[in-house]
């Protein structure tokens, strides 16, 4: 009999996340599934969970949005355990990456209890006082990451009215940075905007910043966005849903399975977490991850 743990972020999914966790268990309990639900309400406290489920369950599932399965993920990985998503978040970018589709829990649960499990790459970043995080989507640095720094700030407006705000006020006052990237001992210096080091491609609720990347690749993708007007800024930006704005001439996209990060004042976020500032050192570890997905 196969065994899940659902370690549910109860806020998420606007407070339906409990819910949907409860109906995927009785639909993987109906497929002959032991299941075990645990509602965590602090990061430390889900890690925790997470990592105590990894002992006895086959599958351990985040049931929320990306930071919830960002958050599970520390506890999980290096375990022999596999991750699962019951996407109950805003964007839900790790999910659509793994396959699992969009829809109600019983779709999502039968897809879980259906797919096989595979393994994956997952990346770990570590900042200059040692401390590190994995990831398995997307971290990124400059102007997407100084809007979340700037938005976690405000306390009004609240939802997505916060990152309109916040975004409005990162274009007046944001210009590139001066960035030192090294990626397999080869050095690159310029100016950037924006620098993203994709696992996976999707951040962002759909935005494909990374097309390229493929989370069984062994390599880390990087997309890098040079000095531009902010006229050209907002231009390019909204082609990241298509993954287009690689086309751009001030775009730039390098690959490597090491990456080391430097800009003055910068804040690295991954999978839309906090990570810390810069400098950071990014490596991918390949096929470390056990997860259950419907992967092409």
């Not at 499990?117 to 570590?126: E, F, L, P, Q, W």
């Not at 400059?142 to 938005?151: H, I, L, M, P």
């Not at 001066?178 to 935005?207: A, C, F, K, Q, T």
Request: aromatic share 4%; glycine share 10%.
């Amino acid at each position: 009999m196969t065994s899940a743990a659902l370690i549910v972020n109860p806020r998420a999914g606007k407070g339906r996340a409990a819910d949907q966790a409860a109906v995927c268990a009785r639909v993987l309990s109906d497929r002959g599934w032991h299941t075990r639900v645990t509602l965590c309400h602090s990061v430390s406290e889900t890690i925790e969970s997470a990592r105590a489920a990894a002992e006895f369950a086959d599958v351990v599932i985040a049931c929320g949005g990306d930071g919830t399965v960002n958050t599970v993920l520390q506890g999980v990985v290096g375990t022999s355990s596999a991750l699962g998503v019951l996407p109950c978040g805003t964007g839900n970018d790790i999910a659509s990456t793994l396959g699992m589709p969009k829809g109600n829990a019983e779709l999502i649960a039968a897809t879980l209890a259906s797919s096989p499990i595979v393994a994956v790459d997952v990346a770990r970043v570590t900042t200059a006082d040692g401390t590190s995080r994995w990831f398995l989507g997307v971290l990124s640095s400059g102007f997407d990451s100084n809007v979340n720094e700037r938005a976690n700030s405000i306390r009004w407006p609240r939802g997505t009215a916060r990152y309109i705000t916040a975004m409005l006020a990162e274009l007046r006052t944001f210009t590139a940075r001066p960035y030192s990237i090294i990626i397999d001992g080869d050095v690159h210096e310029g100016p950037g905007i924006l620098v993203s080091v994709g696992n996976g491609p999707r951040y962002g609720g759909g935005m494909r910043i990374c097309p390229s990347a493929d989370i069984r690749d062994g390599q880390l993708d990087l997309t890098w966005l040079g000095d531009v007007s902010k006229a050209t800024l907002l231009k390019v930006f909204p082609r990241v849903y298509a993954g287009t704005h690689v086309t751009h001439s001030r775009v730039s996209t390098l690959r490597g399975k090491q990456i080391q990060m430097a800009a003055p004042g910068q804040i690295a976020y991954a999978d839309g977490e906090r990570v810390g500032p810069l400098p950071i050192s990014i490596e991918v570890h390949p096929a470390a991850l056990k997860v259950t997905a419907a992967l092409a």
